[in-house]
């Protein structure tokens, strides 16, 4: 065993002096630090007092003159005795038992008499002068403290973004700056957002022609804001136009520059665009710029690294000269909240909306997502895309990997129309909980509840069909859900739309009143539905009978109080406040009456839908044709 030890240790020796070649162990300030550490512990167990027992002054002359004491030595701050003298000592030792002394210390006091009674008592004494360590003491008193003071300021300009020029090692260590100068993304990978394409492709051209635009006198804009929702796409359509110019793509979110420490978030701006003109041409993407640059306005509170960030971005964009090819790309999804000073000509000069897809570029999108993806030749892309109105690009993404997913999960080879299907409504209405008990009378009654949602909704004209109903649990708290499917993208609502949706909302709670003479919980997020947009009938859209054609303004104030509640301040008086608690109530009462007023008029067949729903738990399109078809669509009233 021992022999294989030996070899192994020289079979790694080599391998450690070779890495040491090669130069993969590099010094550091922190192996300077670590040994000065280890100095001092050594020089505190080798060097340091011996382990004595510490006693009383008095108590030590006591044991003097009782001729416990022997051998007493006299330091500039102790007295330590030892029971043997010197030569016992030494003969102790020879014979390894040094256990056998025992050694007291007191502290030295200033007693005349203690010579003369050592001398009474002919005990050895001697004096020992002060410790005197100039090697431990330099080390101790001048390099630690400025190894540790170089330490931290070595911390700081890395955290500063002081580590050198070149673009990769900006920010080393905290900020996340990628310099690209060959993004693979072009503007055919992103599907839909053909308008931003149009303006983002001047931007492009400039990047790639300059000259034409030089020599009539122009320049392109010096900064182009994308803004739009979350999820579609800004980020990526950022990267195609450095993909479509071939330059280096900076890329930084806002929160990457804000710190605790108030000045750095501006030292990293300044250096951003400092490297960006070494670059250029090339473009800066600052994504997320809300959280730098949230309007100085809007707030009571200041925030003095914030501030001025937003201030020395202002300047680094109002500076520089657009002809140098340095061109800053921005997103958000809240321009509301912008400073007004970045949005005015001369910094972000345009502003290109990227909108929610409508159907032919959810269709877009659905395919280009799906390349990659093996689809049963029978999937429908068209219908998919009909189907998911109001999703963005990164919800139609999702949906498609969860198809994927629920094929291979099923064990197909391929992805089916009712994966794609069951992906849209696990998107919208959650993951579906089979396994959730749920006793008879809550279930009939959620029957009972969602067939109103349907029947109503057949009845509303106007309204999208109804494409599924379910009772079986999905989300977090729906016991069932009504998914319509909507036939058409519609950009503007009618009042007699609006009031439709209203009783499509009420339609659930008046099933279960008419059916089982009760109402339930689980009515809440319907009415609040409901409410929310009677409120904004009148306070919005001027549909009200005393404030007909009248905008009410009402927003958020600032919030002051360390928690999550929001102060809504109106812009009108407590009678009018007084008349919308009013006027809402009575609409809603109204509306209530007419759908219940439908709902009794057909009993018979919101039972029969309640009935079909409990024994199948499902029911398709195909089966509310046939349960529904009886019923004559009539006005809502």
Known sequence: MNNQDDRSGMRERPDLMGRINRGQFRFSLWYLVAGVIGLMLLNALVLGPRSVETIDYSEFRDRIEQGTIR??????????????????????????????????????????????????????????????????????????PFAVLFAFWRLMYNRLGKTGPDVLSFGKHHAEIVAEGNVEVRFDDVAGSEEAKVELAEVVDFLKHPERYTAIGGHIPKGVLMVGPPGTGK?????????????????????????????????????????????APCIIFIDELDAIGKSRAQTMSSNDEREQTLNQLLVEMDGFDSRTGVVVLSATNRPEILDPALLRPGRFDRQVLIDKPDANEREAILRKHAEQVKLDPDV?????????????????????????????????????QSDLEEAIEKAVAGLQKKNRLINPQERRRVAYHEAGHAIVTHMTPGADPVQKVSIVPRGLGALGYTLQLPTE??????????????????????????????????????????????????????MSEEFRHVYLPAKQADRFLRDDRTVSVREYSEATQQY???????????????????????????????ERLLEKEVLERADLDEILGRIDATPTG
Do not use: C
């Open 71 to 144: 051998r007493v030595e006299m330091s500039p701050s102790y007295y330590v005795g030892s029971t043997v003298t010197k030569k016992e000592a030494i003969e102790l030792a020879r014979q390894g038992a040094l256990d056998k002394i025992r050694v007291f210390r007191a502290a030295r006091i200033d007693d005349p008499g203690l010579i003369p009674l050592l001398e009474r008592q002919e005990v050895e004494y001697f004096a020992v002068p002060e410790e005197n360590r100039p090697l431990l003491g330099f080390l101790l008193n001048w390099v630690l």
């Open 235 to 279: 980020t990526m359509l950022a990267r195609a136009v450095a993909g479509e110019s071939g330059v280096p793509f900076f890329r930084m979110s806002g929160a990457d520059f804000v710190e605790m420490f108030v000045g750095v978030g501006a030292a990293r701006v300044r250096d951003l665009f400092r490297q960006a003109r070494k670059k």
């Open 489 to 542: 993208e519609r950009y503007l609502l009618t009042e007699e739309d609006l009031l439709g949706r209203i009783d499509i909302y009420l339609a659930g709670r008046a099933a279960e009143e008419i059916v089982l003479d009760s109402i339930s919980t689980g009515a809440a997020d319907d009415l609040t539905k409901a409410s929310d947009l009677v409120r904004r009938m009148i306070t919005e859209f001027g």
């Open 380 to 416: 429908d892309m068209n219908a998919i895309a009909r189907a998911t109105a109001g999703l963005v690009g990164a919800d139609l993404a999702n949906i498609v990997n969860e198809a994927a997913l629920l094929a291979v999960r099923a064990d197909r080879n391929s992805v089916t």
């Open 580 to 610: 919308i608690d009013r006027e809402t109530a009575r609409v809603l009462r109204q509306r209530y009456d007419g759908v219940r007023r439908k709902l009794e008029s057909h009993k018979d067949v919101l039972v029969a839908t309640a």
